[in-house]
């Protein structure tokens, strides 16, 4: 029997349970591979102060899912500079990988910035995360040739993402938040 998953916006109140479920996820990522080939820095992705922050913003907000009343998975949503819509800081909690709860992120965040009347929604992948590219490429998002960077902070070296984009103009899906 598969459990409920419901979204909803996060408040301040979420902060500790945020930090639990973006830095368990980073962290379980910090000793693959391709993470030590591009030197991903062995800290937190997410601290009280950077998800006040980011609470505080007024050009997206973070979403949770929650089953149970156990937050699973996250991912910021924002608002680009040409109106296209942002998915960022995605995680999933380790221990409930496998069960399409990521899918399912990315599905309420295509319905959210549709219905925002975004025209795209664009993500950064991790430049050596072939796998991961290939995977949003099945959801619909292509390459778009562009790359950014993320800055962990700390003098750490940024990190090199490639940008993925997908149109939504087919989209007319309606999402509520609370």
Known sequence: MSQTLH??????????RLLTLINTAYQALIHEPWAEEIGM???PRATVDSLRSDLARTDGRIVVGEQ???????????????GAGYFGMFAVDPDCQGQ?????MLDEA?????AAGRHAIRLGVIRPRRELMAWYNRQGFEYTGDSSSFDPGAGHAPVPLDVMEMPLAKYRHQACYR
């Open 110 to 114: 295509v319905r959210w910035h549709a």
């Open 41 to 43: 820095p062995d800290e």
């Open 68 to 82: 149970e009343g156990h937050l699973v998975v996250c991912a910021w949503l924002g608002e680009e500079k040409d």
């Open 7 to 16: 979204f909803r916006t996060a408040h301040q109140g979420d902060i500790p």
């Open 100 to 104: 399409g709860l990521g899918k399912k």
